[in-house]
């Protein structure tokens, strides 16, 4: 029975990352053929070299995205893992797909508008097939290849290879398409963090104190969060890593929470160290399940 539960949570936990991934080559789509592609403006990563070249050919850009791609599947499969792999075909096999059977109407021809919800559009795309466990662009899979071969980070990589293909769309196309296309990929990249990481930004916040019970209890009994103890002692000298031993809390609280917990830590103890850290994700525990998540 246990055995049979599990594999139906496990099903309804796929269907919903196809379903994601689904609505994000819609979206995606919608981006593409109702704004950048009618415009004549080109986005990074391989899109863009496949938007770049079906711009200079009369080859289709849905063959282009799926041919392109096709190698980095194969990589993914190889460097990440099956399930990723078999995601991502489908993923970028729908989209291509789309923008060859799917008529999108032609939303606007300014320039400006066609950047900033073109950009938005695919940016949302590509946010919700990744929450899908999927990426409609190979970019991401050879960045991950090469920073394991490299002195590089993903981002890096990325940030070059988006560099070399704008360099060429001023150069073939002009250098005001590359401008635009680079307003395009920046609201399109501004857009997919703030579908992947959620709507609502977490902080962890760190409280060193001498009055760390009374700031628990507030926390826990007034401010209803969830509180995590480690033990410290002082590093400062020699006698106070002897004496000074104390409770450091640790809890997670909402980008716009941060103020008040502070203004309440505060009056308990003026003299509160207090370290705030931005986190990517939070799930579990005590913490609210964030959209889409």
């Known amino acids: 029975m246990v055995k049979k539960e599990r594999r139906f949570r496990i099903t309804l936990l796929e269907i919903k990352e ?4 689904l609505i994000g080559v819609v979206v995606a789509g919608f981006g593409l053929k109702g704004f950048l592609i009618p415009n004549g403006f080109i986005d990074g990563g391989i899109t863009g070299i496949s938007l770049l070249i079906h711009f200079l050919t009369p080859i289709s850009v849905s063959v282009l ?3 392109l791609n096709l190698p980095f599947i194969f990589l993914a499969r190889r460097q990440i893992n099956k399930p990723f792999a078999i995601k991502t075909f489908f993923a970028i096999l729908l989209l291509s797909v789309c923008l060859w059977i799917v008529e999108y109407p032609v939303v606007t021809s300014d320039k400006l508008l066609v950047s900033v919800f ?25 960045s991950v290849y090469l920073s394991r071969k490299l002195s590089m980070s993903v ?29 395009i990929y920046l609201t ?21 104190s001498e009055k760390n019970k009374e700031i628990r209890k507030k926390l826990i009994h007034d401010l209803k969060k969830g509180v995590t103890i480690y033990k410290g002692k002082g590093g400062y000298s020699e006698e106070d890593s002897r004496n000074l031993d104390l409770d450091i809390l640790y809890t997670i609280v909402t980008r716009i929470e941060v103020s008040r917990i502070k203004n ?6 003026p003299s509160a160290l207090i370290i705030e850290q931005s986190l990517n994700d939070v799930s579990g525990g005590r913490v609210k399940k964030r959209p889409l998540h």
């Open 118 to 142: 073109g950009g938005f559009l695919l940016g949302a795309g590509i946010g919700l097939s990744i929450r899908g466990g999927s990426v409609l662009d190979g970019t991401e899979v050879l």
């Open 65 to 67: 995205i799926f041919i």
């Open 264 to 269: 309440e830590i505060k009056s308990i103890d």
């Open 155 to 183: 981002g890096e990589i990325i940030f070059l290879m988006n560099i070399i293909i704008f360099s060429f769309a001023a150069v073939l196309l002009s250098i005001e398409v590359a401008l635009y296309s680079i307003l």
């Open 18 to 21: 196809y379903f994601l991934i």
């Open 188 to 208: 399109a990249f501004k857009t997919l963090d703030f579908i992947v990481t959620g709507i609502e930004e977490y902080i962890g916040i760190v409280i060193i």
